[in-house]
Every structure is written in structure tokens, then in C-alpha cells.
DNA sequence: CGCATTTGACCAGCGC
DNA sequence: GCGCTGGTCAAATGCG
């Protein structure tokens, strides 16, 4: 993709004749030097070539084409005919020279590239950062706000009360990479260490527990949401676009399938970790549950997905639990989110969470073929038509024991993530308080280098795209946990 | 040989 | 305090 661009750029710079002005755009660079000394570097790097491709030819000729091709023509063949006498020869070294510059031109142009992608890579760090500290913002103002309305009524088994328990999860808790123990720093300490001597958990508590008080970032419950993910899939895993290690399996109570672990090592110490496990009552059926986000760029095939159950998870965290999103979704006083919802085919019966949970957990039924239906106008101006594909389907809740908050089945299995990104985000948007989890999730498929070419090709190719490093995420603590990704197989 | 997977042991949280 | 369960570790094993 970057290569598509940077190639593109260099196409319309040759196609430009900007190259046969000598050095016009490095004024960019070095604006201090002056235009003298330009030419004479421009002379000096055809010099330079001349002399190391060709001996024979004196300097005359050389100063001679490079002044023509200073003077702003752009016809670089025409030069040969405008030498007078000059031989064959020398018309074929002019043009020599010609591609000379050219690849010159690549070269410093490929290099400019490359500063400008560094350039891109802070500032896109930044902006992650800033986002992050926003979101860290809104989310302590929502639970103080919540605090104060329920602390006099408490509820036992209702959201409110996981809502009661994230600040003391914050406080006295590990972030918990494990899911429940140990912080990403925890674990990337760990794995920093692997090899040397076993150290104490006790002491690895306690010096997790310093670094904490050190960094209260580093307290966001980011582990405290998952986000999972339902698929018909024969293969053992779904191909999300990550790379991932097992690195345990548990028989789980209640299900004759056993439950795998998985940890990502696209990075190391990235504290993504992931869950699989096939449906008990249906085991062509496979759910994921992600948690964690990743710390290192992501591939393209893998972004949208990120991008998605990053908003997903960043509802649940942005203080806006299920019955809150209940109450927004059925309020009349809500003017645009009601209207939309009266539209919206599956938000009747979203499930409530339920204390009985030990996390906050959303999920991302794939598993039910799609089910037509026609998009709000004012959904489609707002959030585009891929938001309401024919793939959208009801809202159906889970009555096993977990309790989730369901978004409903609303793709097909075979599906583009894409889609998926954008029918999540609707659902997402619907919420005020879930207003900076969709902006971080939409910037970072902006952001982020999302394409749908790559997103579509990969979820068909169901081939991991590992390796590649093309699309960055960036570094994207911004968002809350569980920030995945995902296809099917 | 290096890396990934397997698998039993271990640990922490939770309910009784 | 005890047992159950979920989750992780790490040595053993398998594989390319």
C-alpha cells in the first residue's frame, strides 16, 4: 500500500518534468543553502555519475547538458536534438544522463519518503497518546458521576454494581494480563526475564504494584472488558490477521470442549491474549474472546477488526453499561439515537450484564446467515451504507451463565471485517458516552491505514498475515482492551 | 536446532 | 479453611 503510494508519487513527480529543474523541491530540505549552491550540488551529483558510468567524456559536456536540463524543458529526449554537434553517442549519454537524474531522483524521493513516514509515525504516536489521556478523561468522569448516583444503592447483579467494582479493580488490581493476575508490564517483564531463575510471584506482585503507583495509566482497567467473537469455523483458530502463541489449554467446566489459550507474539510483550473454545451445544461453532490491546502495528488484515472490538470494549469501559444503554436505547427523550432505533432492527433485545460476569464482556455473534433490511436515511448519510449491509441481523440474547452483552449477529460469516466495523460502530454510536471509543475506533481505521482492499482479500485468503508490517496501528494504548482482530475462516 | 505445542503443576480468586 | 475453577507457567515433546 505505501509502496502503491510512494510509486504513485514518484510517477506524478516524473510525469511532472519536475525533475528536469534541477533540484526545485529540495528547497524543502535545505532551505538555507542557496540557489548557487543547488546547481552546483546538481552539478556535482551528475558529475559524479558521468564519471563512475562513463570516463571518456569531458567536463564540458557535462556542464553543457546539465545547464540544458536546468533550463526547464521537459522533453528529455529533445535534448539530444538540440545539441548541436553532437554525436549519436553523445545524444544516447545524454539520455543516459537523463536517466541518471532520474534515479537520482528515485533514490532522494524514496528518502524523502521515508522521512515523511518517520514524520507520520510521531505524529501519529501523539495523537494516540492525546486520545488515550482523553479517554482516561471521560472515563474517570463517568464513573465519579456514577459513584455518586449509586453509592447510596448499591445493586447486587445489576451493572451497576460491576460499574461499583471497576475503581477498586483499578486501584488494588493488577491491570492483569492474565486476564485476572498480572499487568502487560507484568508480563512483558516476564518475558524480558524468561530464562533466568524463577523469581517470586510475590515479589513480582510487589513490584508491579510500585510501577502502578508510578504510573497511573498504567491502572486503566484495559483488561477489564473482552470482546467476543462467534464464528462457524472448522479450523482450531479464527485467522484475525495476528500472530499467536498457545501456551495453555484448560478442560472448561460445563463444556466437553476444552478451552485454548493464546497469547500474541507479533510483539514481545504484547499483552493480547486470547481465548478459543468451541460451542458446547454447537461445535462447528468457535468463540474467541480477546483481550488486551496490542502494542505494536498491526497488519492491515487485522486493523479493522481492531479497530472494532476496540470500540466495543471501550463502550463497555466508557462507563456506559448495558442497562444505561438499555435506557438510551429505549428512551423517548433520546431524539436522535430513538429515532435511529426505531430503525435499528436488533436493539430491543440487547442483553443486560450482569454482576454474575466476572468481566464486562460484548459479543460479536457471526454465526447467523444475514437478514435484509432497510437503513434510516439518516443512518446512511451519517455512518455510510456499509454500516447497514444486508448483513445485519436481530440482536439475540445468550442465556447461558455469563451473562454478556451481545451485540447481535450482525454479519455473515463470510463477511468483510469492514463491515463488521462499521455496523459495530453504529451500534456503538448510539450511546453518548460512547462518543470517544468511536472516535478512536474510526481514526484508527483512518488513521491506521485501514484499506478494504486488503480487509476483503484477507478474509478470504484465510492466510495470516503475520509478517507483514505494512498498516500501523501504531502504538495504541488509546484504546481500552480488546483490541483484536479477527476473520473468519 | 529453533520454535511451537502439549500438558501437568502451580497459583489466585471465589464460594461455601 | 477447603475445594473448585480459571488462568498461567515451564519442562517435555513434536515438527520443520
Redesign the pocket.
Given at each position: 500500500m505505501e509502496e502503491h503510494i510512494q510509486d504513485r508519487r514518484e510517477i506524478a513527480f516524473l510525469h511532472s518534468g519536475e525533475f528536469l529543474h534541477g533540484d526545485s523541491d529540495s528547497k524543502d530540505h535545505q532551505p538555507n543553502e542557496s540557489p548557487v549552491e543547488r546547481h552546483h550540488e546538481s552539478s556535482i551529483k551528475e558529475v559524479d555519475f558521468f564519471a563512475a558510468k562513463s570516463q571518456p567524456f569531458d567536463l564540458g559536456h557535462v556542464r553543457t547538458t546539465t545547464i540544458v536540463g536546468s533550463s526547464g524543458f521537459n522533453d528529455g529526449l529533445g535534448l539530444v536534438n538540440s545539441c548541436h554537434g553532437t554525436s549519436s553517442n553523445d545524444g544516447d549519454d545524454k539520455t543516459k544522463t537523463q536517466i541518471s537524474r532520474l534515479k537520482l531522483e528515485l533514490e532522494r524521493l524514496h528518502e524523502e519518503n521515508h522521512k515523511l513516514k518517520h514524520l507520520l509515525d510521531e505524529v501519529s504516536e501523539s495523537y494516540n497518546d492525546l486520545q488515550r489521556r482523553v479517554l482516561l478523561a471521560r472515563q474517570t468522569q463517568v464513573e465519579g458521576l456514577h459513584h455518586k448516583q449509586h453509592e447510596d444503592v448499591p445493586q447486587a447483579g445489576s451493572s451497576q454494581a460491576l460499574e461499583n467494582r471497576r475503581p477498586k479493580d483499578m486501584n488494588h488490581?493488577t491491570p492483569?494480563?492474565?486476564?485476572?493476575?498480572?499487568s502487560p508490564d507484568?508480563?512483558y517483564g516476564?518475558?524480558m526475564h524468561?530464562?533466568s531463575p524463577?523469581?517470586?510471584?510475590?515479589d513480582q506482585?510487589k513490584s508491579t504494584n510500585h510501577e502502578e503507583q508510578q504510573n497511573p495509566h498504567d491502572q486503566l482497567p484495559y483488561r477489564k472488558a473482552r470482546v467476543s467473537v462467534r464464528a462457524r469455523s472448522d479450523a482450531?483458530t479464527v485467522n484475525d490477521g495476528c500472530?499467536?502463541?498457545?501456551?495453555?489449554?484448560?478442560?472448561?467446566?460445563?463444556?466437553p470442549c476444552?478451552?485454548?489459550?493464546?497469547?500474541c507474539?507479533m510483539a514481545v510483550g504484547c499483552p493480547v491474549?486470547k481465548?478459543v473454545q468451541r460451542c458446547a451445544e454447537d461445535t462447528t461453532i468457535l468463540t474467541t474472546?480477546y483481550?488486551g490491546n496490542h502494542n505494536h502495528p498491526l497488519p492491515p488484515s487485522a486493523t479493522a477488526m481492531a479497530a472494532t472490538t476496540s470500540a466495543a470494549a471501550a463502550m463497555l469501559l466508557s462507563g456506559s453499561s448495558s442497562s444505561n444503554l438499555h435506557q438510551t436505547l429505549s428512551s423517548p427523550s433520546a431524539t436522535s439515537s430513538s429515532s435511529f432505533y426505531h430503525n435499528f432492527p436488533y436493539t430491543s433485545t440487547i442483553a443486560t450484564l450482569s454482576a454474575?460476569a466476572?468481566?464486562p464482556t460484548i459479543t460479536l455473534d457471526l454465526t447467523n446467515p444475514p437478514r435484509p433490511l432497510q437503513p434510516p436515511p439518516q443512518f446512511l448519510s451519517q455512518y455510510g451504507p456499509a454500516a447497514f449491509l444486508p448483513n445485519a441481523n436481530q440482536i439475540r440474547s445468550m442465556n447461558n451463565n455469563n451473562q454478556q452483552l451481545l451485540i447481535p449477529n450482525l454479519f455473515g460469516p463470510q463477511a468483510p471485517p469492514r463491515e463488521m466495523v462499521d455496523s459495530v460502530r453504529a451500534a456503538i454510536a448510539m450511546d453518548p458516552n460512547f462518543t470517544a471509543a468511536l472516535a478512536a475506533a474510526i481514526s484508527n481505521i483512518i488513521g491506521g491505514g485501514n484499506n478494504d482492499n486488503n480487509n476483503n482479500t484477507d478474509i478470504n485468503d484465510n492466510k495470516v498475515d503475520a509478517k507483514s508490517g505494512g498498516s500501523s496501528n501504531g502504538d495504541s494504548p488509546q484504546l481500552p482492551q480488546s483490541c483484536t482482530t479477527f476473520s473468519t475462516n
Amino acid at each position: 500500500m505505501e509502496e502503491h503510494i510512494q510509486d504513485r508519487r514518484e510517477i506524478a513527480f516524473l510525469h511532472s518534468g519536475e525533475f528536469l529543474h534541477g533540484d526545485s523541491d529540495s528547497k524543502d530540505h535545505q532551505p538555507n543553502e542557496s540557489p548557487v549552491e543547488r546547481h552546483h550540488e546538481s552539478s556535482i551529483k551528475e558529475v559524479d555519475f558521468f564519471a563512475a558510468k562513463s570516463q571518456p567524456f569531458d567536463l564540458g559536456h557535462v556542464r553543457t547538458t546539465t545547464i540544458v536540463g536546468s533550463s526547464g524543458f521537459n522533453d528529455g529526449l529533445g535534448l539530444v536534438n538540440s545539441c548541436h554537434g553532437t554525436s549519436s553517442n553523445d545524444g544516447d549519454d545524454k539520455t543516459k544522463t537523463q536517466i541518471s537524474r532520474l534515479k537520482l531522483e528515485l533514490e532522494r524521493l524514496h528518502e524523502e519518503n521515508h522521512k515523511l513516514k518517520h514524520l507520520l509515525d510521531e505524529v501519529s504516536e501523539s495523537y494516540n497518546d492525546l486520545q488515550r489521556r482523553v479517554l482516561l478523561a471521560r472515563q474517570t468522569q463517568v464513573e465519579g458521576l456514577h459513584h455518586k448516583q449509586h453509592e447510596d444503592v448499591p445493586q447486587a447483579g445489576s451493572s451497576q454494581a460491576l460499574e461499583n467494582r471497576r475503581p477498586k479493580d483499578m486501584n488494588h488490581e493488577t491491570p492483569a494480563t492474565t486476564l485476572k493476575r498480572r499487568s502487560p508490564d507484568d508480563v512483558y517483564g516476564r518475558d524480558m526475564h524468561r530464562g533466568s531463575p524463577k523469581t517470586p510471584r510475590i515479589d513480582q506482585n510487589k513490584s508491579t504494584n510500585h510501577e502502578e503507583q508510578q504510573n497511573p495509566h498504567d491502572q486503566l482497567p484495559y483488561r477489564k472488558a473482552r470482546v467476543s467473537v462467534r464464528a462457524r469455523s472448522d479450523a482450531t483458530t479464527v485467522n484475525d490477521g495476528c500472530q499467536w502463541r498457545k501456551y495453555g489449554q484448560k478442560m472448561a467446566k460445563g463444556n466437553p470442549c476444552p478451552r485454548a489459550y493464546y497469547r500474541c507474539t507479533m510483539a514481545v510483550g504484547c499483552p493480547v491474549r486470547k481465548q478459543v473454545q468451541r460451542c458446547a451445544e454447537d461445535t462447528t461453532i468457535l468463540t474467541t474472546t480477546y483481550e488486551g490491546n496490542h502494542n505494536h502495528p498491526l497488519p492491515p488484515s487485522a486493523t479493522a477488526m481492531a479497530a472494532t472490538t476496540s470500540a466495543a470494549a471501550a463502550m463497555l469501559l466508557s462507563g456506559s453499561s448495558s442497562s444505561n444503554l438499555h435506557q438510551t436505547l429505549s428512551s423517548p427523550s433520546a431524539t436522535s439515537s430513538s429515532s435511529f432505533y426505531h430503525n435499528f432492527p436488533y436493539t430491543s433485545t440487547i442483553a443486560t450484564l450482569s454482576a454474575s460476569a466476572p468481566f464486562p464482556t460484548i459479543t460479536l455473534d457471526l454465526t447467523n446467515p444475514p437478514r435484509p433490511l432497510q437503513p434510516p436515511p439518516q443512518f446512511l448519510s451519517q455512518y455510510g451504507p456499509a454500516a447497514f449491509l444486508p448483513n445485519a441481523n436481530q440482536i439475540r440474547s445468550m442465556n447461558n451463565n455469563n451473562q454478556q452483552l451481545l451485540i447481535p449477529n450482525l454479519f455473515g460469516p463470510q463477511a468483510p471485517p469492514r463491515e463488521m466495523v462499521d455496523s459495530v460502530r453504529a451500534a456503538i454510536a448510539m450511546d453518548p458516552n460512547f462518543t470517544a471509543a468511536l472516535a478512536a475506533a474510526i481514526s484508527n481505521i483512518i488513521g491506521g491505514g485501514n484499506n478494504d482492499n486488503n480487509n476483503n482479500t484477507d478474509i478470504n485468503d484465510n492466510k495470516v498475515d503475520a509478517k507483514s508490517g505494512g498498516s500501523s496501528n501504531g502504538d495504541s494504548p488509546q484504546l481500552p482492551q480488546s483490541c483484536t482482530t479477527f476473520s473468519t475462516n
